[in-house]
């Protein structure tokens, strides 16, 4: 079975842009499969190939590499399905991309002689032509069983990423969950960071919508600053330069004016104290001052 041939088991975001981006790097989609024949059929026509199929049993059978791109919650299910039909093949490559989980849920593919593989994309998939734009450039976690290592590695190359080497890492449950926590803090939790300091400007009366494009520029300049210089260069801001006084103003607005925001403030500034005192701009002695400010309000 060649190695370049590829099946798509999941139909959606990632399964979509992958397929795409493989098939233009020279791979050969075979099969397309979905729960749905108009998914699969709907993927397989953006893809511009792969056979699109409900059955993913017979989809594996056709490659020599198949992706498990469903939801995390049915990785284990598909493949579990797909080995006791004996939809793999001795030595072809099951990979699946879930940030949060390691191969141990291909294990019934290894169990029937295929070798397993994540290829997870630190990147935002909202959708396949977002996907496509988003996936080159990116950087991606590999764990793969030796076997398969270097056709991950090839696989990551073809989709214009590169590999994200963790010496810490251990197939393990808590490595897995360590690294997709680090993602879903710069991710999910950047958008949650932002629409919080949207309720700054809504306390005063503005309009969401218009601060936010108010911001952005902001935002924008940030992450520029960040992508050249680093965390902690980048750091700008009263805490960064040791203002105790703009600190404790901010505090006493919002005990009287937008109570409700205090408590995420204080955690915070927290954490930006502890980036300002590695950066060097402030002396020991002021952040201390401002971390006691944050924790007791004095």
Same mark, same amino acid.
């Given at each position: 079975?060649?190695? /370049?041939?590829?099946?798509? *088991? #999941? !139909? &959606?975001?990632?399964?979509?842009? $992958?397929?795409?981006?493989?098939?233009? +790097? %020279?791979?050969?989609?075979?099969?397309?499969?979905?729960?749905?024949?108009?998914?699969?059929? /709907?993927?397989?026509?953006? *893809? #511009? !190939? &792969?056979?699109?199929?409900?059955? $993913?049993?017979?989809?594996?059978?056709? +490659? %020599?590499?198949?992706?498990?791109?469903?939801?995390?919650?049915?990785?284990?299910?598909?493949?579990?399905?797909?080995?006791?039909?004996?939809?793999?093949?001795?030595?072809?490559? $099951?990979?699946?991309?879930?940030?949060?989980?390691?191969?141990?849920?291909?294990?019934?593919?290894?169990?029937?002689?295929?070798?397993?593989?994540?290829?997870?994309?630190?990147?935002?998939?909202?959708?396949?032509?977002?996907?496509?734009?988003?996936?080159?450039?990116?950087?991606?976690?590999?764990?793969?069983?030796?076997?398969?290592?270097?056709?991950?590695?090839?696989?990551?190359?073809?989709?214009?990423?590169?590999?994200?080497?963790?010496?810490?890492?251990?197939?393990?449950?808590?490595?897995?969950?360590?690294?997709?926590?680090?993602?879903?803090?710069?991710?999910?939790?950047?958008?949650?960071?932002?629409?919080?300091?949207?309720?700054?400007?809504?306390?005063?009366?503005?309009?969401?919508?218009?601060?936010?494009?108010?911001?952005?520029?902001?935002?924008?300049?940030?992450?520029?600053?960040?992508?050249?210089?680093?965390?902690?260069?980048?750091?700008?801001?009263?805490?960064?330069?040791?203002?105790?006084?703009?600190?404790?103003?901010?505090?006493?607005?919002?005990?009287?004016?937008?109570?409700?925001?205090?408590?995420?403030?204080?955690?915070?500034?927290?954490?930006?104290?502890?980036?300002?005192?590695?950066?060097?701009?402030?002396?020991?002695?002021?952040?201390?001052?401002?971390?006691?400010?944050?924790?007791?309000?004095?």
């Amino acid at each position: 079975m060649s190695k /370049k041939t590829v099946a798509i *088991i #999941g !139909a &959606g975001r990632v399964g979509g842009s $992958v397929g795409y981006l493989l098939a233009r +790097a %020279g791979y050969t989609v075979a099969a397309v499969a979905a729960r749905s024949m108009a998914t699969a059929e /709907k993927a397989s026509v953006f *893809i #511009g !190939a &792969g056979e699109p199929l409900t059955d $993913v049993k017979k989809a594996a059978s056709k +490659a %020599g590499i198949v992706f498990i791109t469903t939801p995390d919650s049915a990785i284990r299910k598909v493949c579990d399905e797909i080995a006791s039909g004996n939809g793999f093949r001795p030595g072809s490559i $099951v990979i699946h991309t879930s940030g949060a989980h390691t191969i141990g849920l291909l294990q019934s593919a290894r169990t029937a002689g295929a070798y397993r593989a994540v290829i997870h994309p630190l990147q935002s998939v909202p959708g396949m032509e977002q996907g496509i734009k988003n996936l080159p450039g990116s950087h991606f976690r590999i764990e793969a069983d030796p076997e398969a290592l270097e056709t991950a590695r090839g696989m990551v190359k073809a989709l214009g990423g590169a590999e994200l080497v963790m010496p810490a890492w251990r197939s393990d449950p808590q490595s897995a969950a360590l690294y997709h926590a680090g993602a879903v803090v710069v991710s999910n939790y950047f958008v949650a960071l932002i629409d919080y300091g949207l309720k700054f400007y809504q306390a005063l009366g503005a309009d969401k919508q218009e601060a936010l494009k108010a911001v952005l520029p902001l935002i924008k300049g940030t992450l520029g600053n960040i992508e050249y210089l680093g965390t902690t260069a980048a750091l700008t801001g009263p805490i960064a330069r040791g203002d105790v006084e703009t600190v404790k103003g901010h505090i006493e607005a919002m005990q009287e004016r937008a109570p409700e925001l205090l408590d995420f403030y204080r955690e915070l500034a927290k954490q930006t104290i502890a980036v300002a005192a590695e950066k060097g701009g402030i002396t020991r002695q002021t952040a201390e001052e401002l971390r006691n400010l944050v924790e007791n309000g004095k």
